[in-house]
């Protein structure tokens, strides 16, 4: 009877894990977003075909707020969602219909924000520079009460 090393049976439990990981869907290589690398991510917001539109899904908002679930993307690197482009992009929402001060932010580490805000239209506008260029967006669209309004927004770089 032979006796295995605990580190050598350790490291091929890794290496068995790791490899049953990559061949699971979903698993192992990342979309860049463009759709078109192994493990092709699909869904809103993966390719520039879904570039300043917004959809509206049930739930998520609450009372008279609705959610705005946001994304940034690019048509400047081959990456579309290039952390050089899409990362703290200052971003200002401003409410229509009733006016107020505009709320200010700043996209996450993945190019995203989320809202909570008041049901009405709304006007969303992007001003930054990145990566060498000057980057302007602006979006006008509608909040539904307890819904969530998923917003794909070109950084419109130039």
């Keep these: 009877m032979s006796r295995s090393h605990p580190l050598a049976l350790r490291s091929l439990l890794t290496v068995g894990a790791a ?3 990559l061949a699971l869907p979903g698993c192992g290589d990342k979309d860049a ?5 192994t493990g092709q991510q699909t869904g809103f917001c993966y390719s520039m075909d879904d570039a300043d539109t917004t959809v509206v899904e049930p739930g998520g908002g609450s009372g008279a707020s609705g959610l705005l679930d946001g994304r940034l993307i690019t048509d400047e690197s081959d990456d579309i969602r290039d952390p ?10 401003e409410n229509l219909d009733v006016g107020g001060s505009p709320k200010l932010g700043k996209t996450d580490s993945e190019g995203s924000f989320t809202e909570s805000i008041g049901e009405g239209t709304w006007l969303l506008r992007l001003s930054d520079s990145k ?3 000057t ?3 602006e979006i006008e669209f509608d909040i539904e009460a307890g819904n969530t309004t998923r917003m794909c927004l070109d950084v419109g770089c130039e």
Excluded: K, L, Q
């Excluded at 977003?33 to 690398?37: C, K, N, P």
């Excluded at 050089?84 to 929402?93: E, L, M, R």
């Design 131 to 133: 990566g060498g260029f």
């Design 33 to 37: 977003g463009d759709g078109t690398e």
């Design 84 to 93: 050089a482009i899409v990362v703290n992009v200052d971003y200002t929402i």
């Design 135 to 137: 980057c302007r967006n």
């Design 19 to 21: 490899s049953a990981a």
